[in-house]
């Protein structure tokens, strides 16, 4: 809350709740800080607060991770990293399910099959998205970032 009253805006950006669901039984237990109202009333919140700092440091290193996937585009100017909209919304679906087709950018963009292939095709030349495949079993995953490109 103190980050987002400060004018730090992540929505759709963090999404904690994947971090809680992974870690389900933790998650339960973090939140068991006692039996009745009155019993909680006074109760030490360090537990919890650890373990939410602790998924929301696990989640802003999922995105860190994806945001240095994008901006490390070996030898493209930064001006040529700047994503459209429409490209960020195609590299979200691939980010969420892990690949992307040219059918699936044309549901998205609500484009033609060539318009939505071109925009695949430029991702890929920026090396944000890596093509597998030929002809129709053709589909794109975010590029993997090179553990020597992180240093």
Request: charged share 30%; hydrophobic share 35%; aromatic share 10%.
């Amino acid at each position: 809350m103190h980050l987002y009253q400060s004018g730090w805006d992540f929505k759709k950006v963090l999404v904690l709740e994947d971090y809680y669901n992974r870690n389900r039984k933790n998650y339960y237990k973090s939140l068991q800080t006692g039996e009745t109202y009155t019993s909680r009333r006074n109760v030490d919140l360090t537990s919890w607060l650890e373990y939410y700092v602790e998924g929301f440091l696990d989640e802003v290193g999922r995105v860190r991770d994806q945001i240095l996937n994008l901006s490390v585009v070996g030898g493209i100017t930064p001006a040529r990293n700047v994503l459209d909209n429409d490209e960020l919304r195609l590299v979200d679906f691939a980010i969420s399910l892990g690949r992307i087709t040219s059918s699936d950018a044309v549901d998205i963009l609500k484009v033609p099959k060539r318009t939505a292939q071109s925009k695949l095709k430029r991702l890929e030349d920026i090396k944000v998205l890596t093509k597998h495949g030929a002809g129709p079993a053709t589909y794109y995953i975010v590029t993997p970032l090179k553990k020597s490109d992180s240093a």
